[in-house]
């Protein structure tokens, strides 16, 4: 079985075609090369004993938990059925079509992803994203560690998470609450802290990045999106995009970048629209190339 290195312990990831039950090879950097199928399967096995939950999202945001194959198999061929009790495994087939705008094969969000809610002990939480992405016809697949842990609280028979309720100042993510009430049941429920803990604790060390440091000509990252290849720099003029074609990446197939990375750029513009990429950004970032050793 393939494992990514960066999947978090007793959770591997395997990506397999249509028709051959054996593993995709999958590069050290997650490059797949060209994939010659009508679609992909992404295949999560967390261990017994590993509390994580697959679900996908929407381009709306909404939320459905995914199927667990081991609890209910396809069929008594089903290889997930000769796991060990108390194993789960998650699934997600991906499209692969031909490109509008280039003419070769691709994915497309959000279709080419499958998010994984992974407990950290005493409450706390982390996000992560597997997709299947392609730059000019070459195939990656991508582990993304999304935002910073966050705590649930048990209240009476509810999941109460502050991180994602609405409030004044944001709208939250509602859907998302729905599926914490849904799969943290049981002993997961009664392992969450009771409400009254709310400020007792503060997250583990993987914190939020600072954003000083930023001069003319250069943008802190903000957040980039492995599965929509896009992200958000932080400039003196104000939050400009940034899409993967206008990253250089020195050493990397793959261009990306990574919350807190400081970056130059050649201009600001304004961005290019189109049906699939239309934005509320005001200003794109154009040649953007890593500035080495500026992290936070």
């Known amino acids: 079985m393939n494992v990514l290195s960066d999947a978090p312990k007793g959770i591997s990831i395997s990506l397999y075609s249509q028709t051959n039950p054996t593993p995709i090879e999958i590069d050290a950097d997650g490059c797949l ?24 999202v929407t381009e709306n945001a909404d939320v459905t938990p995914s199927r667990d194959w081991h609890l209910k198999p ?25 490109s509008e705008m280039h003419g070769h094969l691709t994915s497309k969000y959000p279709n080419n992803n499958i998010r994984l809610l992974q407990g950290l002990g005493n409450g706390y939480y982390q996000l992560w994203c597997i997709a299947v992405v392609c730059q000019d016809g070459e195939f990656f697949l991508t582990l993304e560690k999304m935002y910073t842990p966050f705590r649930c609280y048990r209240s009476g028979v509810s999941v109460i998470c502050p991180t994602y309720l609405a409030d004044g100042k944001r709208p939250g993510w509602p859907p998302f609450i729905t599926l914490l009430n849904r799969v943290l049941k049981g002993e ?20 939020a990045k600072k954003l000083n440091g930023i001069s003319e000509g250069e943008g802190r990252v903000i957040w ?54 239309d934005t509320g950004f005001k200003l794109e970032a154009v040649g953007v190339a890593l500035k080495s050793g500026a992290t936070e």
């Open 33 to 56: 090369g060209d994939l010659p199928w009508k679609s992909v399967l992404i295949e999560i096995v967390v261990d017994p004993g590993i509390e994580a939950y697959g679900f996908n």
């Open 74 to 98: 396809g069929d008594e061929d089903d290889p997930a059925c000769k796991l060990p009790p108390g194993t789960r495994v998650f699934r997600r087939s991906v499209p692969i079509t031909e």
């Open 188 to 207: 997961a429920f009664e392992a969450l802290p009771p409400i009254k803990a709310i400020n007792e604790a503060k997250p583990p060390a993987d914190g």
């Open 224 to 277: 980039f999106s492995e599965a929509q290849q896009y992200g958000m720099l932080n400039t003196k003029q104000g939050p400009a995009r940034i899409y993967w074609r206008e990253i250089s990446r020195p050493g990397s197939r793959r261009r990306y970048l990574k919350s807190g990375e400081l970056v130059t750029y050649t201009e600001l513009a304004k961005p290019h629209l189109t049906r699939a990429r």
